[in-house]
């Protein structure tokens, strides 16, 4: 069947690759600050549930109102609930609880190492060639996160909070990489588009909902107004618009340099927090912000 890609709903002069890299940088950056709504009375697997089923939804709507069609093959859905499982299930339960335990600059470290992963990733399973100046850029980005970072770091002692939510980063980058690359080898047989994103994230919320009620969780839903609009944040415009910016570069550029809005988003999330929880400036702070932003000149900027 032929699938109908994202390049229609991304048309035009405006929204060219650096655009829809800026915008899905600044939706992530303040994602981070979203999640931490998210924790509470509900369970972090329901609450990734409920995030990518309304965001699942949305886009199927939206894929009915434009006539097109969401029927795929055995083979493709598949393909579409293991990327679905790793990219939007599994990882974001895993963020989440990572977030209950450590301080989301750990995890922003962590996932600043999924471009240097996914370079790896691609040369292991697709034999693209990793060239000098992207493994220096990913290199300089993930120095300038843990420069940004490292007072942080400085300031917390071992304990079992600590030793989990590193071990729930590491399995959540790990996924999201897979999942990454399962939406690269999805993209070369043509799986891409409103539809593909639809079912991916309806498997994700599926995979989500199954580890809650593996562990017994409760299913509920807060009614607060803080929790319902961060989930609508999170869903809209953390999950349907930004994955189908993100997704729109993996075809364009590639995972590996798709996957550097992640080392990018960290740094947004710096300067919300700066402004919404008082988050205090080390010069290590600027110095790793400059080495950041230089690592991204360097891994995209190689790019014709």
Known sequence: MRVVGFRAAYHG??????????????????????ITFQLGTVAPEVSVSHRFLLAAL??????????LSLRFSAPDHLALAFMGVAMYGISYVCVYHAELHVASGLVAIGYSAS?????????????TPITPRMALGSAFGILGISLVYFPEFKGMSASSDVL?????TALAVLLSMTGGLMAHRNHARGLHGWPTMAWSMGYGALAALLVALALG????????????????????????????GWLTLVG???????????????????????AFEGFAWHWLTAAGVAVSIAGNVLVLGGRK
Do not use: E, H, K, Q
């Open 13 to 34: 002069a405006l929204l060219n690759n650096f655009t829809i890299f800026a915008a899905c940088v600044l939706i992530w950056g303040t994602t981070w600050l979203a």
């Open 115 to 127: 471009p240097l992963l996914s370079t790896l990733g691609m040369r292991l399973f697709f034999g």
């Open 58 to 67: 949305v886009i199927a709507a939206w894929c009915r109102l434009r006539g």
């Open 217 to 244: 969780r409760p299913y509920t839903i807060d009614l607060g107004a803080p929790y319902l609009l961060s989930l609508a944040y999170l869903a809209i415009l953390g999950s349907v618009v930004t994955f189908a």
């Open 164 to 168: 989990l939510g590193a071990m729930f």
């Open 252 to 274: 364009r550029i590639g995972v590996a340099r798709a996957s550097y809005v992640g080392v990018m988003a960290p740094v947004v999330a710096l300067f919300v927090s700066t």
